[in-house]
């Protein structure tokens, strides 16, 4: 089978390589050159643990390849993955302009009979736009399918969530693509379930959005707790093991980022609201989500009174650990916060802080990235955790506590155990615990 996957970014890049180790002859492009370049010489331009070791084993076994050319790409391929991005509008809704663009140039290359597949989280009905304009654009009289088989990769373990998956979900209008499609798949063909492309686009939509509502709906038991002498932690423990809950995504904190949980609940919204369909639902936990940053700061205010000229160590910048990808990561809202309250900020992460940069450049004494966590909190007043990165659990807190001018810890993520942490003289704020 020759694959096009178009768009090589944190999941066209992990698709692409993916498919090629089950077998298929694949072809990775993207309007961005240096991305094409990497990947050619067996660079990741992402971190994501084990993609770079399969990229290199892949284009070694030589059925693997990237180019910038797109009309070559989608000329040579019998199958398209698009997995462009699909970024939120103002309204909440995901703006589709790069997958018409990318359906348009699909209709200009159409040699043969190609299945078109959505591989981007889209609003129902986006099959029919991408048929609708292939059709009208095409330039020879050539059939084609367009098919969905949405992704359900979570950033920092997505190789694994590829070879290991829970489900494939692929909607289909023909036979023939639905043969394609699970053949492709065979290796996971006990898992495979086939729909209609609108059942398998809301499918998508739906089990992030749920996933974003348990989420929320834990933040909200851990405000509760701390209001009372509950611990949201053992809360969730207990619920857990009530295998109609499960103990997955209960751990509270200072909520949901990434590039999928905050846009596709505001699309699904967005869709549903359009429809008719009154989706208060989802509002209340965008909104609860939106409000663990207040919580959180207002949390460190507690513990400091002031913050302006309050030295502040920041540990972990990415939106969850395993990651270098900082979109709708808690930690932006935060040290913007921060800033504008006047703290001094020393910024640490295991491999975001090259992308924080560009959002927050270096700026002594204000802004600063340092090399470890035992220089971040050189002479801090509080330490605050907000990404839970495994090096961060196994820091040697009593070297920290002699360093820090204030033993202040705000933990955002409920890395330390409270009585522990106290037990060395620290003053411990957590989430949802006392
Ligand atoms: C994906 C999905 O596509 C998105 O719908 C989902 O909600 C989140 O995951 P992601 O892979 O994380 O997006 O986005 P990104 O890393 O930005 O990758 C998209 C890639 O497409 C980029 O490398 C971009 O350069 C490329 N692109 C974009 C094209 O090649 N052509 C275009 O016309 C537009
Ligand atoms: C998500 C989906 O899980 C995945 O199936 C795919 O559809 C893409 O989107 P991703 O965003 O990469 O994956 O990471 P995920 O592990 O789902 O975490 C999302 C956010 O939720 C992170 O900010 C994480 O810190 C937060 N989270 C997760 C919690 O706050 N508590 C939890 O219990 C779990």
Excluded at 158 to 175: C, K, M, Q
Excluded at 230 to 249: C, E, H, L, T, Y
Excluded at 339 to 358: F, H, I, Q, T, V
Aim: hydrophobic letters at 40%.
């Amino acid at each position: 089978m020759k694959i096009g996957v178009i768009g090589t970014g944190y999941v066209g890049l992990v698709t692409a390589v993916c498919l090629a180790d089950l077998g298929h002859d694949v072809v990775g492009t993207d309007v961005v050159e240096d991305k094409i370049d990497k990947a050619s010489r067996g660079i990741s331009h992402i971190y994501e643990p084990g993609l770079e070791e399969l990229l290199k084993a892949n284009l070694k076994k030589g059925n693997l390849s990237f180019t910038a050319d797109l009309d070559k790409a989608i000329q040579s391929s019998d199958v398209l993955f698009v997995s462009v991005n699909t970024p939120q509008k103002e309204d909440g809704s995901a703006d589709m302009t790069f997958v018409e663009s990318v359906s348009r140039t699909i209709a200009d290359n159409l040699n043969d009979y190609k299945v078109v597949v959505e591989k981007s989280t889209v609003p129902v009905k986006t099959s029919m736009w991408i048929k609708k304009t292939i059709t009208s654009c095409k330039k020879k009289d050539v059939d084609f399918d367009v098919a969905s088989n949405p992704e359900f990769l979570r950033e920092g373990s997505a190789v694994s969530d590829f070879l290991n998956p829970d489900r494939i979900i692929i909607g289909v209008e023909t036979d023939k693509a639905r043969d394609i499609l699970v053949k492709i798949y065979e290796k996971f063909k006990d898992r495979i379930l086939v729909t209609n492309i609108d059942t398998a686009e809301i499918i998508k939509h739906a089990s992030n959005s749920y996933l974003a509502l348990k989420i929320s709906y834990i933040n909200l038991i851990a405000e509760l707790c701390e209001k009372t002498d509950a611990d949201v932690n053992q809360v969730a423990k207990g619920m857990g093991f009530d295998p109609r809950i499960g103990s997955q995504f209960l751990k509270a904190g200072l909520g949901y980022g990434g590039s999928c949980f905050p846009k596709d609940i505001r699309a699904l919204t967005k869709i549903g609201e359009d429809l008719g369909v009154n989706m208060n639902l989802l509002r209340e936990a965008d909104r609860v989500n939106l409000d663990r940053i207040d919580f959180f700061v207002e949390k460190t205010k507690k513990a400091l009174w002031i913050l302006k000229d309050k030295k502040v160590a920041v540990l972990g910048l990415a939106f969850k650990p395993e990651t270098d990808d900082i979109r709708e990561a808690s930690s932006i809202k935060i040290i913007k916060r921060l800033l504008d309250e006047g703290s001094y900020l020393r910024l640490y992460d295991p491999r975001a802080m090259e992308n924080m940069r560009k959002i927050f450049p270096e700026e002594p004494p204000q802004i600063s990235y340092v090399k470890s966590p035992y220089e971040a909190v050189k002479e801090a007043n509080a330490l605050l955790i907000i990404t839970e990165w495994d090096e961060f659990k196994e820091l040697d807190l009593k070297k920290i506590k002699e360093v820090m001018d204030n033993p202040i810890i705000i933990d955002g993520r409920n890395v330390y155990d409270p009585s522990e942490v106290r037990e060395l003289g620290f003053e411990y704020y957590s989430i949802g615990r006392q």
